[in-house]
Protein backbone atom coordinates (compact mmCIF):
# COMPACT_ATOMS: atom_id res chain seq x y z
CA UNK A 1 0.00 0.00 0.00
CA UNK A 2 1.58 3.10 -0.97
CA UNK A 3 0.30 6.64 0.70
CA UNK A 4 -2.70 8.12 -1.80
CA UNK A 5 -4.24 4.46 -0.65
CA UNK A 6 -3.70 5.28 2.97
CA UNK A 7 -4.94 8.78 2.66
CA UNK A 8 -8.48 7.66 1.91
CA UNK A 9 -8.23 4.43 4.53
CA UNK A 10 -6.94 6.17 7.21
CA UNK A 11 -9.87 7.73 8.56
CA UNK A 12 -12.18 5.05 7.64
CA UNK A 13 -9.61 3.05 10.09
CA UNK A 14 -9.81 5.69 12.92
CA UNK A 15 -13.75 5.57 12.63
CA UNK A 16 -14.11 2.04 13.18
CA UNK A 17 -15.35 1.38 9.56
CA UNK A 18 -12.53 -0.79 7.68
CA UNK A 19 -13.24 -3.92 7.41
CA UNK A 20 -10.38 -6.53 8.29
CA UNK A 21 -8.31 -6.70 4.90
CA UNK A 22 -8.23 -2.88 5.53
CA UNK A 23 -7.65 -2.92 9.11
CA UNK A 24 -4.35 -4.96 8.15
CA UNK A 25 -2.75 -3.57 5.54
CA UNK A 26 -3.78 -0.24 6.89
CA UNK A 27 -1.63 -1.01 10.55
CA UNK A 28 1.20 -2.73 8.65
CA UNK A 29 1.77 0.97 6.45
CA UNK A 30 1.08 2.73 9.50
CA UNK A 31 4.13 1.05 11.05
CA UNK A 32 6.76 1.86 8.26
CA UNK A 33 5.39 5.67 7.21
CA UNK A 34 5.89 7.94 9.85
CA UNK A 35 3.93 10.84 7.45
CA UNK A 36 0.58 8.68 7.58
CA UNK A 37 1.14 7.43 11.30
CA UNK A 38 0.77 11.23 12.19
CA UNK A 39 -2.23 11.99 10.18
CA UNK A 40 -3.73 8.86 11.89
CA UNK A 41 -2.04 10.21 15.43
CA UNK A 42 -4.09 13.96 14.39
CA UNK A 43 -7.19 12.44 13.69
CA UNK A 44 -7.60 10.61 16.73
CA UNK A 45 -6.51 13.56 18.70
CA UNK A 46 -8.98 15.72 17.41
CA UNK A 47 -11.44 13.10 17.80
CA UNK A 48 -10.41 13.11 21.55
CA UNK A 49 -10.63 17.38 21.66
CA UNK A 50 -13.92 17.16 20.14
CA UNK A 51 -15.43 14.44 22.94
CA UNK A 52 -13.76 16.58 25.80
CA UNK A 53 -14.43 19.90 24.88
CA UNK A 54 -17.42 19.96 22.58
CA UNK A 55 -20.57 19.89 24.29
CA UNK A 56 -23.13 17.58 23.82
CA UNK A 57 -26.46 19.27 24.66
CA UNK A 58 -29.20 17.57 26.39
CA UNK A 59 -32.95 18.56 25.92
CA UNK A 60 -34.37 20.87 28.38
CA UNK A 61 -36.65 19.57 30.79
CA UNK A 62 -39.33 21.95 29.80
CA UNK A 63 -39.01 20.70 25.74
CA UNK A 64 -39.31 17.06 27.04
CA UNK A 65 -42.87 18.51 28.93
CA UNK A 66 -43.67 20.24 25.90
CA UNK A 67 -43.38 17.34 23.43
CA UNK A 68 -44.85 14.95 25.93
CA UNK A 69 -47.98 18.07 26.30
CA UNK A 70 -48.24 17.82 21.95
CA UNK A 71 -47.70 14.03 21.85
CA UNK A 72 -50.95 13.98 24.10
CA UNK A 73 -52.91 16.47 22.39
CA UNK A 74 -52.20 14.49 18.93
CA UNK A 75 -53.49 11.37 20.87
CA UNK A 76 -56.60 13.66 21.74
CA UNK A 77 -58.11 16.54 18.93
CA UNK A 78 -60.81 17.73 20.75
CA UNK A 79 -63.06 19.94 18.30
CA UNK A 80 -66.83 19.56 19.14
CA UNK A 81 -67.59 17.03 21.28
CA UNK A 82 -69.80 14.57 19.46
CA UNK A 83 -66.59 14.09 17.23
CA UNK A 84 -64.65 13.60 20.39
CA UNK A 85 -66.73 10.78 21.42
CA UNK A 86 -65.95 9.44 17.90
CA UNK A 87 -62.32 9.59 18.18
CA UNK A 88 -62.50 8.05 21.30
CA UNK A 89 -64.72 5.08 20.11
CA UNK A 90 -62.25 4.49 17.40
CA UNK A 91 -58.99 4.75 19.33
CA UNK A 92 -60.46 2.70 22.00
CA UNK A 93 -61.73 0.19 19.43
CA UNK A 94 -58.67 0.16 17.32
CA UNK A 95 -56.31 0.25 20.37
CA UNK A 96 -54.34 -0.85 23.87
CA UNK A 97 -55.70 -3.28 26.30
CA UNK A 98 -56.69 -0.70 28.61
CA UNK A 99 -58.79 0.74 26.04
CA UNK A 100 -60.55 -2.11 25.70
CA UNK A 101 -61.30 -2.59 29.39
CA UNK A 102 -62.47 0.77 29.16
CA UNK A 103 -64.68 -0.06 26.51
CA UNK A 104 -66.49 -3.01 28.09
CA UNK A 105 -67.03 -0.61 31.43
CA UNK A 106 -68.37 2.10 28.64
CA UNK A 107 -71.29 -1.09 27.58
CA UNK A 108 -71.70 -1.81 30.52
CA UNK A 109 -72.93 1.45 32.78
CA UNK A 110 -73.80 2.49 29.60
CA UNK A 111 -74.24 6.81 28.94
CA UNK A 112 -73.62 7.83 32.18
CA UNK A 113 -69.94 6.45 32.10
CA UNK A 114 -69.79 8.59 28.57
CA UNK A 115 -70.73 11.61 29.98
CA UNK A 116 -68.00 11.18 33.24
CA UNK A 117 -65.62 10.76 30.25
CA UNK A 118 -66.30 13.70 28.61
CA UNK A 119 -65.78 15.31 31.92
CA UNK A 120 -62.61 13.67 32.23
CA UNK A 121 -61.50 15.12 29.20
CA UNK A 122 -62.99 18.40 30.23
CA UNK A 123 -59.88 18.03 33.86
CA UNK A 124 -57.36 16.70 31.05
CA UNK A 125 -58.19 19.63 28.68
CA UNK A 126 -58.07 22.34 31.28
CA UNK A 127 -54.30 20.56 32.69
CA UNK A 128 -52.84 20.46 29.00
CA UNK A 129 -53.47 24.68 28.55
CA UNK A 130 -52.46 25.17 31.72
CA UNK A 131 -49.24 23.24 31.48
CA UNK A 132 -48.90 24.63 27.76
CA UNK A 133 -49.40 28.13 28.75
CA UNK A 134 -46.57 27.52 31.49
CA UNK A 135 -43.97 26.56 29.25
CA UNK A 136 -44.77 28.36 26.60
CA UNK A 137 -44.60 31.41 28.88
CA UNK A 138 -47.94 32.81 27.83
CA UNK A 139 -50.02 32.17 31.40
CA UNK A 140 -51.14 36.14 30.91
CA UNK A 141 -52.58 38.20 27.92
CA UNK A 142 -54.19 41.00 30.39
CA UNK A 143 -51.48 41.31 33.21
CA UNK A 144 -53.68 43.45 36.27
CA UNK A 145 -54.37 42.56 39.51
CA UNK A 146 -57.33 45.20 38.83
CA UNK A 147 -60.19 43.09 38.71
CA UNK A 148 -62.07 46.21 36.68
CA UNK A 149 -59.26 45.51 33.81
CA UNK A 150 -59.21 41.81 33.51
CA UNK A 151 -63.11 41.83 33.38
CA UNK A 152 -63.96 43.99 30.51
CA UNK A 153 -61.00 42.30 28.28
CA UNK A 154 -62.28 38.92 28.97
CA UNK A 155 -65.98 40.69 28.32
CA UNK A 156 -64.56 41.99 25.04
CA UNK A 157 -63.73 39.10 23.84
CA UNK A 158 -66.33 36.42 24.89
CA UNK A 159 -69.72 36.23 24.44
CA UNK A 160 -70.06 36.18 28.36
CA UNK A 161 -68.89 38.56 31.16
CA UNK A 162 -66.93 36.66 33.53
CA UNK A 163 -67.62 37.11 37.17
CA UNK A 164 -63.66 38.34 38.25
CA UNK A 165 -63.51 38.34 42.16
CA UNK A 166 -60.76 40.23 44.25
CA UNK A 167 -59.59 37.67 46.77
CA UNK A 168 -56.29 39.63 47.69
CA UNK A 169 -57.83 39.70 51.31
CA UNK A 170 -57.94 36.15 51.52
CA UNK A 171 -54.23 35.60 50.31
CA UNK A 172 -54.94 35.40 46.37
CA UNK A 173 -53.57 38.12 44.17
CA UNK A 174 -54.98 38.31 41.15
CA UNK A 175 -52.63 38.87 38.22
CA UNK A 176 -54.08 38.61 35.19
CA UNK A 177 -55.89 36.32 32.68
CA UNK A 178 -56.31 34.74 28.87
CA UNK A 179 -58.58 33.39 26.43
CA UNK A 180 -58.01 29.60 26.08
CA UNK A 181 -60.74 26.97 24.31
CA UNK A 182 -62.37 24.32 26.33
CA UNK A 183 -64.33 21.46 25.41
CA UNK A 184 -64.51 23.39 22.15
CA UNK A 185 -65.63 26.95 23.23
CA UNK A 186 -63.74 30.03 23.56
CA UNK A 187 -63.34 30.49 28.11
CA UNK A 188 -61.99 32.81 29.74
CA UNK A 189 -59.22 31.87 31.81
CA UNK A 190 -58.23 34.04 35.95
CA UNK A 191 -54.68 33.64 36.65
CA UNK A 192 -54.23 33.88 40.39
CA UNK A 193 -51.29 33.60 42.32
CA UNK A 194 -50.82 32.37 46.27
CA UNK A 195 -47.34 31.54 47.85
CA UNK A 196 -45.62 30.99 44.71
CA UNK A 197 -48.05 28.95 42.98
CA UNK A 198 -50.21 29.87 39.92
CA UNK A 199 -53.65 28.65 39.63
CA UNK A 200 -55.61 29.22 36.70
CA UNK A 201 -59.34 29.00 36.90
CA UNK A 202 -61.38 28.60 33.83
CA UNK A 203 -65.34 30.38 34.59
CA UNK A 204 -67.87 29.42 31.34
CA UNK A 205 -71.34 30.04 31.94
CA UNK A 206 -73.09 26.83 34.13
CA UNK A 207 -74.75 24.30 31.80
CA UNK A 208 -76.82 21.28 32.11
CA UNK A 209 -74.68 19.05 31.38
CA UNK A 210 -73.49 16.46 34.25
CA UNK A 211 -70.87 18.92 36.43
CA UNK A 212 -67.30 17.23 36.80
CA UNK A 213 -66.20 15.30 39.86
CA UNK A 214 -65.38 18.40 42.71
CA UNK A 215 -61.90 17.07 42.80
CA UNK A 216 -59.37 15.19 40.85
CA UNK A 217 -55.37 14.57 39.68
CA UNK A 218 -54.33 14.69 36.52
CA UNK A 219 -50.58 14.35 36.05
CA UNK A 220 -49.89 15.76 39.23
CA UNK A 221 -52.24 19.15 39.18
CA UNK A 222 -54.66 19.37 41.29
CA UNK A 223 -58.25 19.77 39.00
CA UNK A 224 -61.06 21.70 41.26
CA UNK A 225 -64.37 22.11 40.25
CA UNK A 226 -67.57 24.25 41.61
CA UNK A 227 -70.62 25.86 40.60
CA UNK A 228 -72.25 29.08 41.36
CA UNK A 229 -72.94 32.68 40.51
CA UNK A 230 -74.29 31.24 37.25
CA UNK A 231 -70.95 29.69 36.06
CA UNK A 232 -68.80 26.62 35.82
CA UNK A 233 -65.81 27.67 37.86
CA UNK A 234 -62.35 24.75 36.86
CA UNK A 235 -59.56 25.20 39.12
CA UNK A 236 -56.22 23.89 37.83
CA UNK A 237 -52.88 24.31 39.86
CA UNK A 238 -50.52 22.59 41.89
CA UNK A 239 -51.39 23.77 44.71
CA UNK A 240 -52.75 21.97 47.32
CA UNK A 241 -55.94 19.66 47.24
CA UNK A 242 -57.62 21.60 49.86
CA UNK A 243 -56.29 25.16 49.29
CA UNK A 244 -57.48 24.76 45.34
CA UNK A 245 -60.76 23.36 46.88
CA UNK A 246 -61.86 25.95 48.72
CA UNK A 247 -60.66 28.69 46.84
CA UNK A 248 -62.71 27.40 44.03
CA UNK A 249 -66.26 27.08 46.10
CA UNK A 250 -65.05 30.62 47.78
CA UNK A 251 -64.61 32.03 43.91
CA UNK A 252 -68.23 30.26 43.09
CA UNK A 253 -69.86 31.74 46.23
CA UNK A 254 -69.29 35.14 44.59
CA UNK A 255 -68.01 38.76 45.16
CA UNK A 256 -70.56 38.38 48.43
CA UNK A 257 -69.57 37.55 51.81
CA UNK A 258 -68.15 34.83 52.61
CA UNK B 1 -51.22 5.12 11.25
CA UNK B 2 -50.50 7.54 14.33
CA UNK B 3 -50.38 5.58 17.25
CA UNK B 4 -49.05 7.92 20.08
CA UNK B 5 -47.96 5.50 22.42
CA UNK B 6 -45.85 3.98 19.79
CA UNK B 7 -44.07 7.29 19.18
CA UNK B 8 -43.62 8.03 22.48
CA UNK B 9 -41.53 4.91 23.11
CA UNK B 10 -39.45 5.71 19.64
CA UNK B 11 -38.89 9.41 20.68
CA UNK B 12 -38.51 10.04 23.71
CA UNK B 13 -35.40 7.98 24.38
CA UNK B 14 -33.43 9.87 21.50
CA UNK B 15 -34.96 13.42 22.61
CA UNK B 16 -31.24 13.93 23.70
CA UNK B 17 -29.49 12.98 20.42
CA UNK B 18 -32.39 15.30 18.39
CA UNK B 19 -32.30 18.37 20.26
CA UNK B 20 -28.28 17.96 20.12
CA UNK B 21 -28.26 18.03 16.16
CA UNK B 22 -30.67 20.26 16.30
CA UNK B 23 -28.76 22.33 18.49
CA UNK B 24 -25.50 22.54 16.51
CA UNK B 25 -27.59 23.31 13.64
CA UNK B 26 -29.80 26.17 14.42
CA UNK B 27 -27.04 27.07 16.80
CA UNK B 28 -29.01 28.54 18.87
CA UNK B 29 -31.24 26.98 22.08
CA UNK B 30 -34.82 28.57 21.39
CA UNK B 31 -34.76 27.56 17.57
CA UNK B 32 -33.69 23.66 18.74
CA UNK B 33 -36.86 23.20 20.73
CA UNK B 34 -39.04 24.55 18.52
CA UNK B 35 -37.16 22.47 15.58
CA UNK B 36 -37.26 19.09 17.65
CA UNK B 37 -41.09 19.91 19.14
CA UNK B 38 -41.56 19.84 14.89
CA UNK B 39 -39.54 16.69 14.28
CA UNK B 40 -42.03 14.93 17.02
CA UNK B 41 -45.28 16.06 15.24
CA UNK B 42 -43.88 15.07 11.80
CA UNK B 43 -42.46 11.08 13.84
CA UNK B 44 -46.42 10.98 14.88
CA UNK B 45 -47.05 11.07 10.86
CA UNK B 46 -44.22 9.05 9.47
CA UNK B 47 -44.19 6.18 11.99
CA UNK B 48 -45.69 4.15 9.11
CA UNK B 49 -42.32 5.02 7.13
CA UNK B 50 -40.05 3.23 10.10
CA UNK B 51 -39.99 -0.54 8.89
CA UNK B 52 -37.12 -2.11 10.02
CA UNK B 53 -34.54 1.23 9.96
CA UNK B 54 -32.83 2.48 13.62
CA UNK B 55 -35.14 4.69 15.49
CA UNK B 56 -32.48 7.18 16.01
CA UNK B 57 -31.32 7.59 12.73
CA UNK B 58 -34.71 7.39 11.63
CA UNK B 59 -35.90 10.74 13.94
CA UNK B 60 -32.17 12.13 13.19
CA UNK B 61 -33.41 12.22 9.89
CA UNK B 62 -36.77 13.86 10.13
CA UNK B 63 -34.85 16.30 12.99
CA UNK B 64 -32.44 17.39 9.86
CA UNK B 65 -35.75 17.61 7.76
CA UNK B 66 -37.51 19.72 10.16
CA UNK B 67 -34.33 21.99 10.38
CA UNK B 68 -34.28 22.68 6.48
CA UNK B 69 -37.66 23.47 6.41
CA UNK B 70 -37.02 25.17 9.20
CA UNK B 71 -34.25 27.34 7.97
CA UNK B 72 -36.36 27.83 4.89
CA UNK B 73 -38.98 29.63 6.50
CA UNK B 74 -36.55 31.50 8.83
CA UNK B 75 -33.18 32.03 7.10
CA UNK B 76 -33.74 31.45 4.06
CA UNK B 77 -30.35 33.26 3.21
CA UNK B 78 -27.98 30.68 5.18
CA UNK B 79 -29.07 27.96 2.98
CA UNK B 80 -26.51 29.12 0.20
CA UNK B 81 -23.29 29.28 1.73
CA UNK B 82 -20.08 30.24 1.27
CA UNK B 83 -17.72 28.09 3.44
CA UNK B 84 -14.92 30.77 3.30
CA UNK B 85 -17.20 33.26 4.77
CA UNK B 86 -18.73 31.34 6.89
CA UNK B 87 -15.35 30.72 8.67
CA UNK B 88 -14.20 33.96 8.17
CA UNK B 89 -16.97 35.58 9.98
CA UNK B 90 -16.37 33.19 12.91
CA UNK B 91 -12.94 34.44 13.45
CA UNK B 92 -14.58 38.00 13.96
CA UNK B 93 -16.62 36.86 15.57
CA UNK B 94 -14.46 35.34 18.06
CA UNK B 95 -12.11 38.23 18.16
CA UNK B 96 -14.46 40.76 19.25
CA UNK B 97 -15.25 38.56 22.41
CA UNK B 98 -14.75 39.93 25.78
CA UNK B 99 -10.84 40.38 27.06
CA UNK B 100 -11.39 39.08 30.20
CA UNK B 101 -12.58 36.04 29.70
CA UNK B 102 -10.79 33.12 31.35
CA UNK B 103 -7.72 32.19 29.49
CA UNK B 104 -8.68 28.75 29.70
CA UNK B 105 -12.35 29.04 28.82
CA UNK B 106 -11.30 30.26 25.56
CA UNK B 107 -8.85 27.71 24.87
CA UNK B 108 -11.80 25.29 25.34
CA UNK B 109 -14.42 27.57 24.03
CA UNK B 110 -12.58 27.70 20.46
CA UNK B 111 -13.17 24.49 19.21
CA UNK B 112 -17.15 24.32 20.16
CA UNK B 113 -16.44 27.76 18.10
CA UNK B 114 -14.45 26.08 15.43
CA UNK B 115 -17.40 23.80 15.06
CA UNK B 116 -20.04 25.94 15.39
CA UNK B 117 -18.67 27.76 12.19
CA UNK B 118 -18.35 25.14 10.22
CA UNK B 119 -20.51 24.85 6.85
CA UNK B 120 -23.61 23.49 7.71
CA UNK B 121 -23.47 20.31 5.55
CA UNK B 122 -19.86 19.22 7.25
CA UNK B 123 -21.11 20.59 10.16
CA UNK B 124 -24.29 17.45 10.56
CA UNK B 125 -21.61 15.09 9.65
CA UNK B 126 -19.13 16.09 11.97
CA UNK B 127 -21.60 16.03 14.80
CA UNK B 128 -23.92 12.66 13.94
CA UNK B 129 -20.67 10.99 13.72
CA UNK B 130 -18.18 12.74 16.73
CA UNK B 131 -20.86 13.32 18.90
CA UNK B 132 -23.51 10.67 18.16
CA UNK B 133 -21.12 7.97 16.91
CA UNK B 134 -23.13 6.97 13.94
CA UNK B 135 -21.45 4.80 11.62
CA UNK B 136 -20.78 6.04 8.18
CA UNK B 137 -24.48 4.35 6.58
CA UNK B 138 -26.69 5.54 9.25
CA UNK B 139 -25.06 9.34 8.44
CA UNK B 140 -25.37 8.29 4.81
CA UNK B 141 -29.16 7.76 5.84
CA UNK B 142 -29.69 10.86 8.10
CA UNK B 143 -28.46 13.05 5.30
CA UNK B 144 -29.45 11.66 2.81
CA UNK B 145 -26.67 11.76 0.62
CA UNK B 146 -24.41 8.20 -0.31
CA UNK B 147 -21.65 6.68 2.15
CA UNK B 148 -18.84 8.31 -0.40
CA UNK B 149 -20.05 11.59 0.27
CA UNK B 150 -20.56 11.11 3.94
CA UNK B 151 -17.03 10.12 3.83
CA UNK B 152 -15.63 13.10 1.81
CA UNK B 153 -17.53 15.47 3.88
CA UNK B 154 -16.33 13.94 6.84
CA UNK B 155 -13.01 14.37 5.83
CA UNK B 156 -13.44 17.56 4.72
CA UNK B 157 -14.99 19.23 8.50
CA UNK B 158 -11.70 17.23 9.96
CA UNK B 159 -9.37 19.20 7.80
CA UNK B 160 -11.55 22.78 8.08
CA UNK B 161 -11.13 21.88 11.85
CA UNK B 162 -7.69 21.45 12.03
CA UNK B 163 -6.85 23.88 9.97
CA UNK B 164 -8.80 26.65 11.66
CA UNK B 165 -7.75 29.95 12.18
CA UNK B 166 -9.42 29.64 15.39
CA UNK B 167 -7.89 27.07 17.24
CA UNK B 168 -4.55 28.51 16.05
CA UNK B 169 -5.87 32.20 16.98
CA UNK B 170 -6.15 30.75 20.52
CA UNK B 171 -2.47 31.97 21.00
CA UNK B 172 -3.19 35.46 19.68
CA UNK B 173 -5.59 35.47 22.01
CA UNK B 174 -4.49 34.61 25.37
CA UNK B 175 -0.68 36.77 24.78
CA UNK B 176 -3.79 40.18 24.22
CA UNK B 177 -6.01 39.17 27.10
CA UNK B 178 -3.35 38.51 29.65
CA UNK B 179 -1.77 41.94 28.84
Request: glycine content about 6%; overall charge neutral; hydrophobic content about 45%.
Amino acid sequence: MNCNDAATLIAAYADGEADRLQRHSIEKHLLGCTHCAAKHQDLLALRARIRAEVPHYSAPAALRARVLVSLDTARRPVPARSRLSFDRWRWLSGGALAGCAATVLAWIIGTAVIDWRVNEDVAVEAVTSHVRATLGNHLIQVASSDQHTVKPWLSARLDYSPPVPDLQQEGFALIGGRLDNLDGHPVATLVYRIRDHNIDVFVRPESARTPPTALRTVRGFNVAHATGSGMDWLGVSDVSADVLTSFVQRLARGSGAP
Amino acid sequence: MSDPNRIEKLVLPHLDAAYNLARWLTRDGNDAEDVVQDACVRALRYVGSLEGTDARAWFLKIVRNAFYDWLGRNRPKEIVHDENNAVDTAVDHAAEGPEHAAVRKAELQALSDAVTALPMQYREVLILRELEELSYKEIACVADIPVGTVMSRLARARCLLQRSPLLHAIGRQTSRSAR
